[in-house]
C-alpha cells in the first residue's frame, strides 16, 4: 500500500481527510507536506499496522491530539495527555484580553498573574511567552494534569510557578493583579457530553448547572485580586457570570465573543 492509498483507505473507513494526513505524518515522524510529495512511496508493514490503529481510535471519537500527544496553541506546540483538556482556539480569546490588559492597565514592572486549573499550562505558557515580564502562576487540583503542565514549561523553556490546589487554596493569601481561569462550565445534563468522554470529566463538568466552580473562583476573588479577573464559560452562561462579578464587587464587567461570536469571557475588575 502507498501512501496515497493508505490516505484514501481510511477516508473510506470514516476518518476526514485532514485527520488522515495528522495521523500518518505522526507515524512517519514527517511533516504533511512531505506525505503529498511523496504519496506514490510505499508504506512499510509496521507503519501501516500503526496508522490503522490510530485511525480506528479516531474514527471511534478519540481526540486527535491524544493521538498524536500534541496541540498547537497560541503559536506554542504542547504536549498533552487524556490527564488534560484539549487546548481549545476559543480559550485562546482569554489570552488576547488579558494580553491587552499587560499591555495596557497593568502594564508594570512585573505584574503578578494566576491561572487557576491550568490543565495543560496552556494559557500561562502563553501569557508567560508573549509577556516575558509577568510573574504567572499556575495552579490544579490535579496532581495528574500539573505534572503534564510543568513538562510542557519545561519543555518550552518558560517561567512558571506551579502550584497544586483546588482554585485559590492553591496560592493561600496571596493577591493579584490579574487571575484567568477556564474552569469547568458544562452542565451535567449537556447533551454534548457523550461526545467529550475520552477528555477528564472533572475539567469539563460542574454543578449548579455548569457554574459551580466559576462562582467559586468570583466569590473569593475580592480577597486575591487587585485587578482584573477574567473567566471563559458556556456560551449561554454570560448574563450569570456578570451576575456574580456585580455581586462581588467588581466594576467594568463586560463579556467577549470567541471567534464564533458565541459570548466566551467575561471579566471585571477590583481596585
Not at 162 to 190: C, I
Not at 209 to 227: C, D, F, M, Q
Request: glycine share 8%; charged share 25%.
Amino acid at each position: 500500500m502507498t501512501i496515497d492509498e493508505a490516505l484514501a483507505d481510511a477516508r473510506l473507513r470514516g476518518v476526514e481527510r485532514l485527520d488522515a494526513a495528522v495521523l500518518l505524518a505522526h507515524v512517519l515522524d514527517r511533516p504533511r507536506t512531505w506525505l503529498i510529495a511523496h504519496g506514490s512511496n510505499a508504506l512499510a508493514a509496521p507503519a501501516s499496522d500503526a496508522f490503522a490503529r490510530l485511525c480506528e481510535r479516531r474514527r471511534t471519537g478519540e481526540p486527535l491530539a491524544y493521538l498524536t500527544g500534541e496541540r498547537e496553541f497560541f503559536d506554542l506546540r504542547l504536549k498533552v495527555s487524556p490527564a488534560v483538556l484539549v487546548p481549545r482556539p476559543d480559550t485562546e480569546t482569554l489570552v488576547v484580553w488579558a494580553l491587552e490588559l499587560l499591555e495596557g492597565p497593568l502594564d508594570g514592572p512585573n505584574p503578578s498573574v494566576v491561572d487557576l486549573g491550568t490543565g495543560s499550562g496552556a494559557i500561562a505558557l502563553a501569557l508567560a511567552s508573549r509577556c516575558p515580564r509577568a510573574r504567572v502562576t499556575a495552579t490544579d487540583s490535579s496532581a495528574a494534569a500539573l505534572a503534564v503542565a510543568e513538562a510542557n514549561g519545561r519543555r518550552l523553556g518558560l517561567e512558571v510557578r506551579w502550584q497544586a490546589g483546588d482554585w485559590w487554596q492553591a496560592v493561600g493569601e496571596e493577591r493579584f493583579d490579574l487571575a484567568v481561569s477556564n474552569p469547568p462550565y458544562v452542565a451535567p445534563d449537556d447533551p454534548h457530553l457523550p461526545a467529550l468522554a475520552y477528555e477528564p470529566q472533572t475539567a469539563l463538568v460542574a454543578a449548579d448547572g455548569g457554574l459551580a466552580g466559576i462562582r467559586r473562583i468570583v466569590e473569593l476573588a475580592p480577597a486575591h485580586v487587585s485587578g482584573w479577573l477574567l473567566v471563559e464559560h458556556g456560551w449561554n452562561q454570560a448574563k450569570a457570570v456578570r451576575r456574580m462579578l456585580l455581586a462581588a464587587g467588581a466594576y467594568a464587567v463586560e463579556t467577549r465573543p470567541d471567534m464564533a461570536g458565541h459570548a466566551r469571557c467575561t471579566g471585571g475588575c477590583w481596585r
